[in-house]
């Protein structure tokens, strides 16, 4: 079962790095050969599923060609996705979006998504001690003689 789990990743990664927006683009031809030599250092049904599993991805690869996306529109999609969120969430998105706060990002678009995390410190109110209460009294009474 590991073994097919590699020969599974061997395809997919040499197919996800080919088209991924921040690498060198390659060709689906020269991915395809990548995911087969990957497949070469495996046996029995793994490497029957690692080419099969590269083969299948070659001719994905061919019917949806990966369109290069400039940086403008990778801009503009960040900050499309905040529109969709409540008034008062929206500008902390947007500036998260634009790298206005200091953000960590984990994760990948190959890996199944891209986690975002912003810590804002919002200042709250002053503290100010409450003032004493001051009960006024009666004089003592007297006791009656």
Not at 5 to 20: E, I, N, R, V
Not at 96 to 101: C, E, K, L, S, V
Request: charged share 20%.
């Amino acid at each position: 079962m590991k073994k097919i789990a590699m020969a599974l990743s061997a395809a997919t990664l040499a197919f996800g790095f080919a088209t991924s927006s921040h690498a060198q683009p390659i060709d689906p031809q020269q991915a395809y050969q990548e995911a087969m030599a990957q497949c070469e250092m495996l046996s029995g049904d793994a490497k029957t599923n690692c080419r099969r599993d590269a083969g299948a991805a070659l001719q994905q690869a061919k019917r949806n060609p990966k369109q290069h996306v400039d940086e403008q529109t990778l801009a503009r999609h960040r900050t499309a996705r905040c529109q969709a969120l409540p008034e008062h969430l929206r500008e902390d998105c947007l500036a998260q979006m634009t790298g206005q706060h200091e953000t960590q990002v984990y994760g990948s678009v190959e890996g199944g998504g891209i986690l975002r995390q912003t810590t804002i410190t919002i200042p709250g109110e002053p503290y100010q001690p409450a003032q004493p209460a001051v009960i006024e009294s009666s004089p003592t009474p007297s006791p009656v003689q």
